[in-house]
């Protein structure tokens, strides 16, 4: 297999754990408005990157995995225990942060790896969206620290 599709197919993966990952948070945080719309709204966009990204590896004929990895699994239980913990509204952020940074790093090499392939174009603006969500997260970290 190519390298192209092995950084894709690693992409697809981690998509797939960010819109999970964010699920459930989102089910963790349903009182919290700040929270919820930021939730919504990375939960939808990781579904819109999932599906664009899956529909063009599917024009290559690429059978990826609709399941996210292990490790995942277990980072998501692991927040879930801390912030039962803590609540602490700064340190979700902080991890949402983590989370975005690390995706921003598989944008990079996906976008790298597929330089001058036709049909990969979309991919550069969904790394600036993942770059905006880094930003508001920021901000709503500050806001939180402000209160």
């Given at each position: 297999m190519s390298d192209h599709i092995d950084t894709l197919k690693k992409l697809h993966t981690r998509l797939i754990d960010s819109r999970d990952g964010y699920r459930e948070s989102r089910k963790q945080v349903s009182d919290e408005a700040s929270f919820v719309g930021f939730f919504d709204k990375r939960i939808a966009e990781r579904e819109k990157f999932h599906t664009e990204l899956h529909r063009q590896l599917g024009v290559e004929g690429v059978e990826?995995?609709?399941s996210g990895s292990a490790s995942a699994t277990a980072h998501?239980?692991?927040?879930?225990?801390?912030?039962?913990?803590t609540g602490d509204d700064e340190a979700v952020y902080d991890e949402v942060i983590n989370g975005e940074t690390a995706l921003l790093e598989n944008y990079d090499d996906a976008i790298k790896a597929t330089a001058g392939r036709p049909g990969y174009e979309f991919l550069t603006q969904q790394r600036a969206d993942v770059q905006r969500a880094i930003d508001e997260a920021?901000?709503?970290?500050?806001?939180?620290?402000?209160?």
């Open positions: 990826v995995s609709e998501r239980g692991w927040l879930k225990l801390r912030d039962a913990v920021r901000a709503e970290k500050a806001r939180h620290a402000a209160v």
